[in-house]
T-cell receptor, first 108, second 110 residues
Framework: KNEVEQSPQNLTAQEGEFITINCSYS?????LHWLQQHPGGGIVSLFM???GKKKHGRLIATINIQEKHSSLHITASHPRDSAVYIC??????????FGKGTKLSVKP | NAGVTQTPKFQVLKTGQSMTLQCAQD?????MSWYRQDPGMGLRLIHY???????DQGEVPNGYNVSRSTTEDFPLRLLSAAPSQTSVYFC?????????FGNGTRLTVT
């Protein structure tokens, strides 16, 4: 069983739709990271959070420590949001465990 | 711009050849790490370092060597390349801070 599970694996949306990507984990963590990777591109950090909720532009990330679950929301989605979104949890030793990613495609 | 600089961007090797992937950061981060990314799998940790002079193995260390003589630099060495090492490699600094990744190296071993 993977320690970090993301769902869905693939997601296709129409421009303007509200999008939710989920991340569940089974280990104790000190922080959780959401990352974005465009096709053929590098990996960019979107959020690092250990409790509650963070917002940056149209992106919102939430975490529920008790339920070991985090969500990444994108409001008013746009084709440029098309990318792979990766959840990574940070253990108490600083080690990172990555999910396999969610491939998002936003159609105009 | 501050960040992680990773070179080269592309590399083709023949089986048995050796090479070094370079990684440098200018954010004074103590923690640096190397990952490989393969289709259908998440990023997997090869080696990491928590400071100059300190390195340790990750999940998939075989066939790779690292050293950390300065805070800034963390090179990854392939000792004798094998086709199974065909992958995309990323260097990163963090965690304990927002993660910063290099732009990746696409390595093909024939």
């Amino acid at each position: 069983k993977n320690e970090v599970e993301q769902s869905p694996q693939n997601l296709t949306a129409q421009e303007g739709e509200f999008i939710t990507i989920n991340c569940s984990y089974s280990v104790g963590i000190s922080a959780l990271h959401w990352l974005q990777q465009h096709p053929g591109g590098g990996i960019v950090s979107l959020f690092m959070l250990s409790s509650g909720k963070k917002k940056h532009g149209r992106l919102i990330a939430t975490i529920n420590i008790q339920e070991k679950h985090s969500s990444l929301h994108i409001t008013a989605s746009h084709p440029r949001d098309s990318a792979v979104y990766i959840c990574a949890v940070e253990g108490s030793q600083g080690n990172l465990i990555f999910g396999k990613g969610t491939k998002l495609s936003v159609k105009p | 711009n501050a960040g992680v600089t990773q070179t080269p961007k592309f590399q083709v090797l023949k089986t048995g050849q050796s090479m070094t992937l370079q990684c440098a950061q200018d954010m004074n981060h103590e923690y640096m790490s190397w990952y490989r990314q393969d289709p259908g799998m998440g990023l997997r940790l090869i080696h990491y370092s928590v400071g100059a002079g300190i390195t340790d193995q990750g999940e998939v260390p075989n066939g790779y060597n690292v050293s950390r003589s300065t805070t800034e630099d963390f090179p990854l060495r392939l000792l004798s390349a094998a086709p199974s090492q065909t992958s995309v490699y990323f260097c990163a600094s963090g965690p304990n801070s927002p993660l910063h990744f290099g732009n990746g190296t696409r390595l093909t071993v024939t």
